[in-house]
């Protein structure tokens, strides 16, 4: 049987990350859930009540959308973050034309981000034109833009 977590977890962890966004660790914007819930070994309901602590004390900001983020850090969404860096790679010949994107699963693992944030970045790069879906196989750089 596991062994309980001492009463007061989620504010050794949300002292941890404040200490982090104070080295400037997190100047891009905060983890996801998911990942500081893996990285401490608690539940999502003890990370939301360190982040909602962190809120609180106005160490970090929610944005609709968007996600948590330093108060002075990084002005652009993630998702935007994965687009712009997604774009530059197919104007720059990384992704040529024809060539397949990883998935969402591997771009979020690269990224650091949940899957949600990848689909939103990929849609938009669809819907510029710049990426195609083949149902059931994946996405594709389309025709030079």
């Known amino acids: 049987m596991p062994q309980a977590s001492p ?43 360190a982040l909602r602590a962190l809120e609180e ?29 997604l774009l530059n790679q197919i104007r720059s010949g990384a992704l040529p034309d024809g060539a397949r994107l990883p998935s969402e699963a591997k771009l979020a693992e690269t990224y650091g981000v949940a899957r949600g944030t990848v689909r939103r970045a990929v849609r938009e790069l669809e819907t510029a034109g710049h990426v195609r879906a083949q149902h059931g196989v994946g996405r594709f750089v389309s025709a030079a833009t």
């Open 7 to 49: 009463r007061g977890t989620y504010l050794q962890i949300s002292e941890s990350l404040r200490a982090r966004i104070a080295e400037g660790r997190y100047a891009d914007g905060m983890p996801s859930e998911a990942e500081i819930g893996r990285e401490f070994g608690v539940a999502r309901t003890t990370v939301r009540r």
């Open 57 to 85: 004390s106005g160490d970090v900001s929610t944005v609709a959308g968007v996600g948590r983020s330093v108060p002075g850090g990084a002005a652009q969404a993630p998702y935007e973050r994965i687009m712009a860096d």
